[in-house]
């Protein structure tokens, strides 16, 4: 059975930090592609970044660059989402997402989601 289970979030103020953990089981995960979504009250859930699965390419929304990264370590199943410079924007609910695919556009597996808040 394929889990995926996002840690790290939590509330922090504007301008803050915070790291987002996605640890996998029951997949290898080196073949997998990883995303990052997020899904603010009354919006859509929409991709934030992706990294392919040897960490080759990686994508980022517009509205993050240059402020968050995203990584992954295949020996320890996990994937990371480093957020800096965080604004009251950033606040949603992120889920990390697995797939086969680079350019998916329906990922085959989703964790359960943790929350981020940013306090202005």
């Known amino acids: 059975q394929v889990q995926l289970v996002e840690s790290g979030g939590g509330l922090v103020q504007a301008g803050g930090s915070l790291r987002l953990s996605c640890a996998a089981s029951?997949?290898?995960?080196?073949?997998?592609?990883m995303g990052w979504f997020r899904q603010a009250p009354g919006k859509e859930r929409d991709i934030v970044a992706r990294?392919?699965?040897?960490?080759?390419?990686?994508y980022y929304t517009d509205s993050v660059k240059g402020r968050f990264t995203i990584s992954r370590d295949n020996a320890k199943n996990t994937t990371y989402l480093q957020m800096n410079s965080l604004k009251p924007e950033d606040t949603a609910v992120y889920y990390c997402?697995?797939?086969?695919?680079?350019?998916?556009?329906?990922?085959?597996?989703w964790g359960q989601g943790t929350q981020v808040t940013v306090s202005s």
């Open positions: 029951g997949l290898t995960f080196s073949n997998y592609n």
């Open positions: 990294i392919s699965s040897l960490a080759r390419r990686t």
């Open positions: 997402a697995a797939d086969r695919s680079y350019y998916s556009a329906s990922y085959d597996y």
